[in-house]
T-cell receptor, first 115, second 110 residues
Framework: DAGVIQSPRHEVTEMGQEVTLRCKPISGHNSLFWYRQTMMRGLELLIYFNNNVPIDDSGMPEDRFSAKMPNASFSTLKIQPSEPRDSAVYFC?????????????FGDGTRLSIL | QKEVEQNSGPLSVPEGAIASLNCTYS??????FFWYRQYSGKSPELIMSIYSNGDKEDGRFTAQLNKASQYVSLLIRDSQPSDSATYLC??????????FGTGTSLTVIP
C-alpha cells in the first residue's frame, strides 16, 4: 500500500519567495495533518483537516502560512513570503479518523531551507 | 504545562540491556497513546499503541500505561544498536487532538 506521499523532498529557495509543499494522504484516510519539526521546538502541529475541512489551524505561525485541501487526496501548505526562520522539515500525516484511537502515518517530509 | 512531556535524554544503554523511556501527559481523560520511532533524517514511524491500563507487548517492545498516574512508558528489551533513534510519545486527548512529546534520544552502545 502506498503511504503518505510528500513533494518535494528537498526545497532550497531565497527568502521572499513563495514555497508550496504538497501531500497525498493514504487512500481512505479522512484526516490530514501538517507538522513542522526543528531541533529547538520538536514536532509542532500546524493545521489539521477532517474530511477536507480545516479543523484547527491554531498552530499556523502567521498569515504567511496557508493550507488547503481541495479534495480527499491532495493538500498543500504554502508559505508566502518565505523567511529564513521557516527553515525546517515539514511533515504531512494522515489517519483514519472516522473512529478514535487511530494513529497517524507520516510521509517522508520536505526539508525546507530558506536562504 | 505541556500536554505531553518526555525526558529529552540522551539515554545511553549497552547492547543487550533494557531501555526504559518515559512520558507523562496532562489531560486525565486521554484515551489513546502511541510510541513513534524516528531515525535521524527520517520520518516518525509508529511502533506501539496502547489504550488500556497495563502492559502491551510486541516482540522486544513493551508499552506500559498507568492512567491514574498519567504515565506511559516504553521498554525495549535486548537493546540493539539499530534501536538507536529518537522515540516520540504521542497522546490523543479528550478533544481528539494529537500531541507529541519532544522525544527522547536513545543510543545503544555495542
Amino acid at each position: 500500500d502506498a503511504g503518505v506521499i510528500q513533494s518535494p523532498r528537498h526545497e532550497v529557495t531565497e527568502m521572499g519567495q513563495e514555497v508550496t509543499l504538497r501531500c497525498k494522504p493514504i487512500s481512505g484516510h479522512n484526516s490530514l495533518f501538517w507538522y513542522r519539526q526543528t531541533m529547538m521546538r520538536g514536532l509542532e502541529l500546524l493545521i489539521y483537516f477532517n474530511n477536507n475541512v480545516p479543523i484547527d489551524d491554531s498552530g499556523m505561525p502567521e498569515d504567511r502560512f496557508s493550507a488547503k485541501m481541495p479534495n480527499a487526496s491532495f493538500s498543500t501548505l504554502k508559505i508566502q513570503p518565505s523567511e529564513p526562520r521557516d527553515s525546517a522539515v515539514y511533515f504531512c500525516a494522515s489517519s483514519l479518523r472516522a473512529h478514535s484511537n487511530q494513529p497517524q502515518h507520516f510521509g517522508d517530509g520536505t526539508r525546507l531551507s530558506i536562504l | 504545562q505541556k500536554e505531553v512531556e518526555q525526558n529529552s535524554g540522551p539515554l545511553s544503554v549497552p547492547e543487550g540491556a533494557i531501555a526504559s523511556l518515559n512520558c507523562t501527559y496532562s489531560d486525565r481523560g486521554s484515551q489513546s497513546f502511541f510510541w513513534y520511532r524516528q531515525y535521524s533524517g527520517k520520518s516518525p514511524e509508529l511502533i506501539m499503541s496502547i489504550y488500556s491500563n497495563g502492559d502491551k507487548e510486541d516482540g522486544r517492545f513493551t508499552a506500559q500505561l498507568n492512567k491514574a498516574s498519567q504515565y506511559v512508558s516504553l521498554l525495549i528489551r535486548d537493546s540493539q544498536p539499530s534501536d538507536s533513534a529518537t522515540y516520540l510519545c504521542a497522546v490523543e486527548n479528550t478533544g481528539n487532538q494529537f500531541y507529541f512529546g519532544t522525544g527522547t534520544s536513545l543510543t545503544v552502545i555495542p
